[in-house]
């Protein structure tokens, strides 16, 4: 079984930075593709970044390229995602999912965290 956990979401400022942390437990990440979603009130949920098993391929949203990167330290069997110049539009719940691949079904899911952006 493997677990994810979030951490690291928070109320910031517009052009403020957030770096979210997700945490595996129950087996080691090398085997998975880590990706993360975020979900809007009112909104579908949808994809913000991923990154291959080994972190060598990794892509992004359209709305988050040149703000966002994501990470992975498979040592420390935990994923990151550096947010930096966060918008309004940003705000949302964030989720850790791990998947085979990145264009593959979901294998699991974090419980998410909230990432707030406003004045």
């Known amino acids: 079984q493997l677990q994810l956990v979030e951490s690291g979401g928070g109320l910031v400022q517009p052009g403020g930075s957030l770096r979210l942390s997700c945490a595996a437990s129950?087996?080691?990440?090398?085997?998975?593709?880590l990706g993360w979603f975020r979900q809007a009130p009112g909104k579908e949920r949808e994809g913000v970044s991923c990154?291959?098993?080994?972190?060598?391929?990794?892509n992004y949203a359209d709305s988050v390229k040149g703000r966002f990167t994501i990470s992975r330290d498979n040592a420390k069997n935990t994923v990151y995602l550096q947010m930096n110049n966060l918008k309004p539009e940003d705000t949302g719940v964030y989720f850790c999912a791990a998947r085979y691949y990145c264009s593959s079904t979901v294998y699991s899911w974090g419980q998410g965290t909230q990432v707030t952006v406003s004045s």
């Open positions: 990154i291959s098993n080994r972190g060598g391929i990794s």
């Open positions: 129950g087996l080691s990440l090398d085997h998975y593709a």
